[in-house]
């Protein structure tokens, strides 16, 4: 048996003996491993470890501590191993066989697959992705901090990234051009500069008979080569770009010389959280989760493989999972997936397996028009992905059985780690691993690394006393050990102190043991005031996440000031920074928070804070909406109370950036006025959003949210707004696919509004009502509706919806066949919106035209209307109108003959239509498209 280990370095870093990892210990040991490694053949020396593992200047003392830490890293190689750190006068060096190492073999493939590359690409294609195989991330990715691997890492990126254009250039020699395209995309997004991808990209898009979008991705490279580099496209590039202008033949593929083996790409998808250089610990869970069939000490399974990890919250579950991950992603080639289940997350439901599904597939690349609705459709489509390919799934936090069984595989094949506070006893085939405290030894040497200087070894008592009045709980312990290292001048005895004389337990995060409350308030009984006011505050979010401005609104500081105090909670683990600019509570925290705000926060002060951050969102929601659409009949929304700061919001695009980015966070703040009986802020919160979702196309959300209004509206006896939420209402109910509903709702609100006489407010609703008989091809109907609004407009001396109603008629007049009639009052619609630079309305009447145009057989003139409407479509972010523009285009083309243009709108529509959930219309489509296709095929 070959006892010679295996070292790996591109990704996570790892010594394999016989296929299974080997313990090598702390960081620190782990580093001078790396760093020899990185050297090996060449001495490294001890002023090199010394900063490597202090970033300080070397002391007297450093050779003799560099030494022992030496002692240790042999001690972990030992027996097999341990006799190739050769010890050298100025330090240590590392005898190593390339062939033990994998980011030597990885160069030697790659000169072998360059040297093939002229005469023989296929041979050359092939060494050079076995080479690119061996990656599993990022080279060195544990030591991302560690500055003496730094030149070693960006020597091995750099080869990386020339073995794969080395490697694409193979692929196009052997014939390869449409099956490259999504690669290249990506490529060329995360590589700008790198002018060979390219023109690789532009080759691939040739080849696929996509001349225009070859084109175009030559006018996109030198767009960014100048603007970013201040460089113009070489000479090969514009050359590239001649050729395909002259319809060069050398741009298409020769013949093969033998077929051409069909590949994955090389760069595979990795969802995985990184690993923790400090895991101590389970040594007989991990050896068992390693050695699942299939795992590092298993040949191939013959069955679905399903590991289950339970435990107490706290007890490392996540930590667990995802460690055994990262050792056995190298044994699952085609993909390494991770979702959070929320299966016990405070304030969130846990995730509908249709969702989880959704998310997964989309993961492994299956577009959105081809997932389907019902969940069981969707679980079925899940298994066929799976089917024939090597995956490991970690499905975290997991509710129960019934939440992951749809989500569990078919065939063999693929590994899935599940993790839940819950014994899943009811999950068929599953294997479980339920986590116990960590044994006294274990705790110890978990709190030791996680200090990483000398007061543990001196204290060796106090700190067997702290892991146990942290009940030998990884979480509490991590908490306890991050503040002692945050602090130098602390004992670890002072700590025991504290950590015995913490305040009461708060039963929300005991789960059966004390010692994960009293570690939560030691850590919060050391922040400042300031900081333990914010944190309790935080507790009051009923949102997902908070952002800066927001977090200003709720403590009623200036943002400077939220921004420390969020960043100061983040240096003390009690809040995650997922995304620069993003905060948000673990969940055990944020119950931690909000127990701690209930006990601690007066009353009055809870409920002032609630009210700021829900009028923040009111504020800068009403500010986005507006700016949205002007032509909107605005509301008055008051002032915001003290304190409270609306976002400053500069024009529509960053409304849009703020609406998606916090769109969840006003949806809960709607909910938590419903919840407190603010009913005013309740409907103008609905009214705040809804230019929002219709802009995204989110219906279901405006639907949800107006009928939260409307039920507000009721309680207040307002009946102007009732009128205007059952308008909305109607307007979403038809497009969603409920007809009879959004004809209840808008006959609804036209006798309200008569009954006030709202006559602005009647008109909108038979502006609505003309879209709703339009859609269910009443046509007379649909006219009558828009003359009457036309003519209220009119009367009202409403100028701007007059112009919107004027195309409106135009649509209706053109489908009853009265087309002259038709483009007269369109074009007079687009003529005065125009001049009120109305961008929506202008859109909106060149699509009006661009339908009596294909009305009267004239396609091309169709198409150019439908286009310029598109475009302005796209700079108002409009993605829902996007939809319905890129349909009629498709319809445009087809008449027109053009089978690949009509196919790609279509398909554009389908996406957009999919990603607002509107899948009636996107279904439409589709079976519009299959109907005239032989395949039905969109793609």
Known sequence: MDDRPEFRVLGPFEVLVHGRPLDLGGPRIRTLLALLIANAGRV??????????????????????????????????????????????????LRLEPALLDAREFERLVTAGRAALAADPVTAADRLSRALALWRGDAYEDFAGTLALLAETRRLQALRLGALEDRIDADLATGAGEALIGELTALTDRHPGHERLWGQLMTALYRAGRQADALDA????????????????????????????????????????????VRPPAAVRNDLPGDIADFAGRET?????????????????TAVVIEAIDGMAGIGKTTLAIHAAHRLAGHYR?????????????????TTPAAALDTLLRALGVAADRIPREPDARAALWRAELAG??????????ADAAQVRPLLPGSAGSLLLITSRRRLVGLEAARTVSLDVLPEDTAVGLFDGIVADDRPAAEAGAVRDVVALCGHLPLAIRIAAARLRTRPAWTVAHLADRLRQAGRPLAELSAGDRSVAAAFALSYGHLDAAQQRMFRLLGLNPGPDIDVPAAAALAAVAPAEAERLLESLVDDHLLQQPVTGRFRFHDLVRQHAQATALADEPEPDRTAALRRLVAFHLHTGHRGSRLLDQQHPPIDVGEPPPGCVPAPLADDTAAMTWFDGNHQCVLAARQAAEDAGWDTW???????LDNFHYRRGYLQANITSWLAGLGAAERLGDVAVQARAHRRLGLVYGPFGMPAEALHHLNRSLALAGAIGDTLGQAGVHFVLALHWANE?????????????????????????EARAFSLIGACLSRLGRHDEARTHAEAGLARCRERNDVYGQADALDSLAAIAAETGDHDEALDRSRRALSLWRDLDNTYRQAATLAA????????????????????????????????????IEKRAASWSRTGDLG
């Open 44 to 93: 490294t020396g001890v002023d090199t470890m010394a900063d490597a593992l202090w970033d300080v200047d070397a002391t007297p003392g450093t050779p003799r501590t560099v030494r022992t830490y030496m002692s240790r890293v042999r001690r972990s190689l030992a027996p097999v191993a341990a006799d190739l750190i050769e010890t050298r006068a100025a330090g240590y060096a």
């Open 682 to 688: 309740v409907w103008q919160l609905a009214w705040t």
């Open 389 to 398: 390919r090597s995956i490991l799934v970690v499905l975290d936090n997991a």
């Open 334 to 350: 085609d993909a390494q997936l991770f979702i959070d289940l929320h299966g016990h997350t405070s304030g969130q439901a846990p």
């Open 218 to 261: 030559f006018t996109r490279a030198r767009t960014v080569l100048i603007g970013q580099f201040g460089l113009d496209p070489s000479p090969r590039l514009a050359g590239i770009h001649r050729r395909i202008l002259d319809n060069d033949p050398r741009l298409l593929p020769a013949a093969p010389a033998r077929p051409v083996a």
């Open 889 to 924: 285009m498709g319809d445009a083309h087809q008449s027109l003959g053009h089978a690949d243009q009509a196919r790609e709108a279509w398909h554009q529509a389908v996406a957009l239509y999919r990603a607002g959930n509107l899948h009636p219309a996107a279904d439409e």
């Open 285 to 301: 869970e991990l050896s068992r989760l390693l050695a699942a069939p299939g795992g590092v000490a298993h040949a191939a399974p």
């Open 777 to 801: 091809k009443d046509d007379e109907r649909a006219l009558e509706h828009a003359t009457s609004a036309q003519e209220l407009y009119g009367a009202l001396d409403d100028g701007k919806w």
